[in-house]
T-cell receptor
Framework: GNSVTQMEGPVTLSEEAFLTINCTYTATGYPSLFWYVQYPGEGLQLLLKATKADDKGSNKGFEATYRKETTSFHLEKGSVQVSDSAVYFCAPATNDYKLSFGAGTTVTVRA | DGGITQSPKYLFRKEGQNVTLSCEQNLNHDAMYWYRQDPGQGLRLIYYSQIVNDFQKGDIAEGYSVSREKKESFPLTVTSAQKNPTAFYLC???????????FGPGTRLLVL
């Protein structure tokens, strides 16, 4: 089945800093790829997704590009805010519509 | 108000007791999922249902049971056979032929 390796956290940044969270995966074929975000005490929210190679997903200033050659889907944001403090999960989809989740990366942004 | 409702927000279980977590949706989605989240870990799939009256085991189904009698509802029972039930439980739904899953707010289960 699919597996996901995410950059280990926690990651602590100052406001307006650049954020990168690495994600690589193993999968059969070319799965759709997702980033979800979880704020403290809440469920997961879809942040962005990409469905085929070279697609770029983007939302709320976050971006990630589907890299087939390196089986990666790294998340980036150019200037983080305190409100971006959360846990971020990378998840490829399987061919039967299930998701495989990484361990999550905790991001803390300080004012 | 559309969406996914999970109740209760917090649930306490005594030793040897079965408890049931509720998940209700009004999104008209066909598929529903139950995940378990432990501190510092990703989500693990417990059970899922692609259609009413049908469900399949996920990766960690032992000690859990589900039913899918209505499209809107997918309750999860944590049985006494689940020896380490303390966790955050998340329900998700998915529309047919779409891959995106949408999550409820979660239920935190604690053992007394």
């Amino acid at each position: 089945g699919n597996s996901v390796t995410q950059m280990e956290g926690p990651v602590t940044l100052s406001e307006e800093a650049f954020l990168t969270i690495n994600c690589t995966y193993t999968a059969t074929g070319y799965p759709s790829l997702f980033w979800y975000v979880q704020y403290p005490g809440e469920g997961l929210q879809l942040l962005l997704k990409a469905t085929k190679a070279d697609d770029k997903g983007s939302n709320k200033g976050f971006e990630a590009t589907y890299r087939k050659e390196t089986t990666s889907f790294h998340l980036e944001k150019g200037s983080v805010q305190v409100s971006d403090s959360a846990v971020y999960f990378c998840a490829p989809a399987t061919n039967d519509y299930k998701l495989s989740f990484g361990a999550g990366t905790t991001v803390t942004v300080r004012a | 108000d559309g969406g996914i409702t999970q109740s209760p927000k917090y649930l306490f279980r005594k030793e040897g007791q079965n408890v049931t977590l509720s998940c209700e949706q009004n999104l008209n989605h066909d598929a529903m999922y139950w995940y378990r989240q432990d501190p510092g870990q990703g989500l693990r799939l417990i059970y899922y249902s692609q259609i009413v009256n049908d469900f399949q085991k996920g990766d960690i189904a032992e000690g859990y049971s589900v039913s899918r009698e209505k499209k809107e509802s997918f309750p999860l029972t944590v049985t006494s056979a689940q020896k380490n039930p303390t966790a955050f439980y998340l329900c998700a739904t998915r529309d047919r032929a779409q891959e995106t899953q949408y999550f409820g707010p979660g239920t935190r289960l604690l053992v007394l």
